[in-house]
Every structure is written in C-alpha cells, then in structure tokens.
Antibody
Framework: QVQLQESGPGLVKPSETLSLTCTVSGGSISYFYWSWIRQPPGKGLEWIGYIYYSGSTNYNPSLKSRVTISVDTSKNQFSLKLSSVTAADTAIYYC??????????????????WGQGTLVTVSS | QSALTQPASVSGSPGQSITISCTGSSSDVGSNFLVSWYQEHPGKAPKLMIYEGSKRPSGVSNRFSGSKSGNTASLTISGLQAEDEADYYCCSYAGSSTHVVFGGGTKLTVL
C-alpha cells in the first residue's frame, strides 16, 4: 500500500527557510493531491497546503506568503519550503495524500495515508 | 483558536458508547460539505477513521460511525475498548480559499 516518509532537518534557525521532502512509495504520485499538515507540540492540526501531481497548488491563507510546495514526479516526491520561520513554526510536520470528491454538489475532503511525521524545531 | 469546535475531553467505560461533536458554521460543516475524522495515538500519525461524513476506510472497525445535523458533525464509538483511548480530530472542507479546517481535538479516556 502507499506509504509516505518525511525527511529534512530537525532544527532550523529563526528567519531561515524550513525545507522538507515527502517520498511516496508503493504507488504513483500521479493523479492525486498531496498535502502538508503540521501540529505544534500539544496543539491541534493545521493544514499548510496541497499540490496536485500536475503542479497546481493551494495554500493556507495564513501561511501563503511564506509557503512553497513543489512536486518531482520523476522521484515520486513533493516538498515544502516555509520561509522566515519563527518559534511559532515549531511543530511536527506531516505529509499526507488528500482525497477530494464532489458528488451531487456535496464536497468531501480527507487525508489518507499520512507520513509518520517529523519534528522541526525553530531555535538559534 | 480552531475553526471547528470539539469538546476538549470525553470519557467512557469499556463497552459503553460515546459521541464526540464537531461544531462549525454555514461556511464549513453546515454547508454541502462532509466531515472526516482522525484518531491520533501519542507519538503516532493521525489515522483516518471516517470520510465522506459516515464512510469507514477498509480495516476500521464498524464500532466507529459518523453523522451530521446542521452545523454539527458527530463521531460515535460504540462498545468502547481500551485501544480507543486517543485524540480525535474532525476536519471539514471550507471553500476554495480556506480549503480545509480542523477541530481542536478531543481526548478520549477509557475509564
């Protein structure tokens, strides 16, 4: 079955750029939406943004000015860059496949599967 | 502050049933959008338990069920088991700009 694995530095300095990659195995990255979601320690989940395999993106309005998500279909990977980070960006970052359907005008959206998550700490 | 409101905690004894509510607005849960639910055990990634409001992915126990009334979606767990103790999050589509919103999470304790 499809599995996702996040990779990247676990420590980033304030004002620098956080960079993470998600590798998809057990299936193709094509024809799906792929998202990044984060969870600050002890807090709830926050959607960061998604990319469609073709390259189209959509970002959380609250993070839009700092987020870039890209895809490399040849490597079955997609990546997250978050610029100008502060301590508030310290979180577990998850990648996930996103399912979206619209049937008779009713829209459903879900995330499955998820990667195991990677903790990124912003600190000098 | 999360866009969807969930109770911070619920509890129940083994064998009992519990319901976790997820209250939104006419911009998300109350619109033509169906909620998904996730279970998160400590140190583990969230796991999809309900999608399209009431459907269960393969492998998820039929003790888990989802429903919606107005601006509130609900997750019901029947026949509580110790392994159900976890955090639960709801999530709803919220339009093309916001895209999706999550609830703040509910900690389920099995007494």
């Amino acid at each position: 079955q499809v599995q996702l694995q996040e990779s990247g530095p676990g420590l980033v300095k304030p004002s620098e750029t956080l960079s993470l990659t998600c590798t998809v195995s057990g299936g193709s990255i094509s024809y799906f939406y792929w998202s990044w979601i984060r969870q600050p320690p002890g807090k709830g989940l926050e959607w960061i943004g998604y990319i469609y395999y073709s390259g189209s993106t959509n970002y959380n309005p609250s993070l839009k000015s700092r987020v870039t998500i890209s895809v490399d279909t040849s490597k079955n990977q997609f990546s997250l860059k978050l610029s100008s980070v502060t301590a508030a960006d310290t979180a577990i970052y998850y990648c996930a496949r996103e399912g979206i359907t619209m049937v008779q005008g009713v829209i459903s959206d879900w995330f499955d599967p998820w990667g195991q998550g990677t903790l990124v700490t912003v600190s000098s | 502050q999360s866009a969807l409101t969930q109770p911070a905690s619920v509890s129940g004894s083994p064998g009992q049933s519990i319901t976790i509510s997820c209250t939104g607005s006419s911009s998300d849960v109350g619109s033509n959008f169906l909620v998904s639910w996730y279970q998160e055990h400590p140190g583990k990634a969230p796991k999809l338990m309900i999608y399209e409001g009431s459907k269960r992915p393969s492998g998820v126990s039929n003790r888990f069920s989802g429903s919606k009334s107005g601006n509130t979606a609900s997750l019901t767990i029947s026949g509580l088991q110790a392994e159900d103790e976890a955090d639960y999050y709801c999530c709803s589509y919220a339009g093309s700009s916001t895209h999706v919103v999550f609830g703040g999470g509910t900690k389920l304790t099995v007494l």
